[in-house]
């Protein structure tokens, strides 16, 4: 597949919304954070599903991916921390996944960090997450600038992030995706965490597509997704957090060149299928 250099247009329209879809392949099995902060608790492993392990999912991702039109990247982070991919330091333009980034990036605000939010804060917050509103969003990145994201991407070990006054053309990897949602609650001021992940719990109905379908039994999910259209093309992305108690496994799938918004969904919902199936504990 090809992955040409990103070019940020002098405008774009992003259609908050996000997909379903495609690649995955070659595992990474060394430790995931060797740079992070102790790790979060994690639960004691159950026995192995010898019928169906992570071997095989990676592998029937990439099949998968394979066949898919347009450029992918994906990572999963499992719930020993390990890191599975494929092209996961690739550049994809973020569209609206990046929202979450802006919702650290206001909560963790010396003004916002202490306090209890107010209505201001929420009419902002949650349109911008829960229906991927961009006038919220354009009003943030406002008032938190270029310097608090780039603060967070740094922190949580973003390398190849960048951003611009149009947020949506940020340039984003899986990889610093899926680290990121695997240590959310770490970038977000502890007042406010149940209310941030609240939000991304709370996607409305027409924007819960990909990923979601794929949830094993047992895990809830905090997401979100992003679309745009670029030269008669789609990028369709989405990022998710899945947890079930201390278990907790993030997942990143970056797609461009999709010839439709369907055609997108699909390929995130066909990885996320093939990456979880049959998921209990590995």
Known sequence: MRFARLHV???????????????????????????????????APSAPDAGFGWADRLAAATRFAAQRTGDVGFAVIDEHGTL?????????????????????AYLRQASVSDRELDDADRRLLAPMIKQSANGPASEIYQRVGAGAFYELAREAGMKG?????????????????????????????????????????????????????????????HFKGGWAPEDGAWKINQVAL?????????????TRGNPSPGYGHA??????ERLLHSYEYH
């Open 9 to 43: 247009a002098a405008a774009v329209v992003f259609l908050g919304l996000a997909s379903g879809g495609a690649v995955i392949a070659g595992a990474q099995h060394s430790p995931s954070y060797p740079d992070a902060t102790p790790q979060l608790p994690r639960a």
């Open 84 to 104: 599975r991919s494929y092209h996961p330091d690739a550049r994809f333009e973020s569209a609206s996944v990046v929202k979450v980034m802006l919702m650290a």
């Open 161 to 221: 992030f960048s951003t611009s006054p149009f947020w949506g053309a940020s340039t984003i990897t899986a990889r610093g995706q899926a680290r990121f949602l695997y240590e959310l609650e770490r970038y977000l001021p502890e007042r406010h965490r149940d209310y941030a992940l609240g939000l991304m719990a709370d996607i409305v109905a027409p924007q819960r597509w990909g990923i979601p379908h794929a949830l094993p039994l047992g895990f809830s999910i």
């Open 242 to 254: 899945l947890v079930n108690g201390e278990r907790r496994l993030s997942l990143a799938v970056l």
């Open 267 to 272: 390929t995130v919902r066909g990885i996320a």
